[in-house]
């Protein structure tokens, strides 16, 4: 089973709040996806807080997460932004300083954003309500076996 943590969930949400608007569908995507990866409790209350009234990136504490999650984050918060079809200004400004903070390589971000890619492509794969963790993870193996492969 896929597993983000509450700092993931706060930074892809910091990156879907980055253009001052977070869709219903987005915000409904997210809880459902925090919940699909079992967070519950404090932390699931605080990605509930994020989503209805945003939250700064900078404030996201990353430096626990590991290599995968850190790929899985970017590549969430790239397929959340793309999901209307265009990455506005604000959102490639916030998803470049993701990348920054979760320090993984161009090419490691080009990879995680292929792969989110290749899930928005899929019948349903422009709905938050239908976003398929599995899937992706498949595609990041592909792209990246071994950062996936190497926690």
């Excluded at 459902?32 to 079992?38: C, E, L, M, S």
């Excluded at 309500?129 to 993870?137: N, Q, R």
Aim: glycine fraction near 8%; charge should be negative; charged fraction near 30%.
């Amino acid at each position: 089973m896929t597993t983000l943590s509450k700092e993931a969930f706060l930074a892809i949400t910091a990156v879907a709040w980055s253009d001052g608007l977070l869709r219903k569908n987005e915000a409904a995507g997210l809880l459902k996806a925090a919940r699909d990866v079992g967070l519950e409790g404090e932390p699931f209350a605080e990605i509930e807080l994020a989503v209805r009234e945003g939250v700064d990136l900078d404030q996201v504490d990353l430096a626990a997460l590991a290599g995968s999650e850190r790929a899985r984050t970017y590549a969430f918060a790239m397929w959340l932004a793309k999901i209307d079809g265009v990455v506005n200004t604000d959102e490639l400004a916030a998803l470049r300083r993701l990348g920054e903070r979760l320090e993984l390589p161009d090419h490691k971000l080009k990879a995680a954003a292929s792969a989110a890619f290749d899930v928005a492509c899929l019948p349903g794969g422009n709905r938050p309500d239908k976003f398929d963790f599995e899937t992706l993870e498949q595609r990041l193996l592909e792209k990246l076996p071994a950062l996936m492969s190497g926690d």
